[in-house]
């Protein structure tokens, strides 16, 4: 069963790493006519050697077959507010959980306790 997909920093860095599991998530996310969103912050944690060494996941994001989700003014407040309920200060993770709810989405994720830390937010370990 596929749905829309959430990828957060892990599942950036195995992409890059190369982690077939990964790949096929989205390619079975895709087909079946879902949408794969990578919030902003996800990206600039996994983001560290520029195209020139991070040559996989330079591909990815350049191939476009995802939404990548800006953390602008209204969603900061909203990450900030989750925060606090939740009791933790990752805003990436906060971030991360804020786009799979507001896209139905399943979060890919290579540290599923991080997540977990959300309530209702789907998992896919990888």
């Known amino acids: 069963m596929t749905a829309n997909l959430c990828l957060d920093t892990g599942a950036l860095i195995a992409i890059e790493r ?8 989205i390619d079975a996310a895709r087909r079946d006519g879902h949408e794969v969103y990578v ?3 996800a990206i600039a944690q996994a983001w560290r050697g520029g195209s020139g060494r991070q040559v ?6 350049k191939r476009g077959q995802h939404h ?5 003014a209204g969603s900061a407040r909203a990450v900030g507010e ?3 309920r939740v009791g933790v ?10 786009v799979a709810r507001l896209h139905d989405a399943r979060v ?14 789907r998992i896919i370990g990888i």
């Open 18 to 25: 190369g982690d077939g599991r990964v790949r096929a998530a």
């Open 89 to 98: 200060a990752d805003v990436v993770d906060a971030h991360v959980a804020l």
């Open 68 to 72: 990548e989700v800006d953390l602008d």
């Open 39 to 41: 919030p902003a912050g």
């Open 108 to 121: 890919v994720t290579s540290d599923p306790d991080d997540i977990a830390r959300f309530p209702g937010i």
């Open 82 to 84: 989750l925060c606090s």
């Open 56 to 61: 996989e996941l330079a591909r990815f994001l």
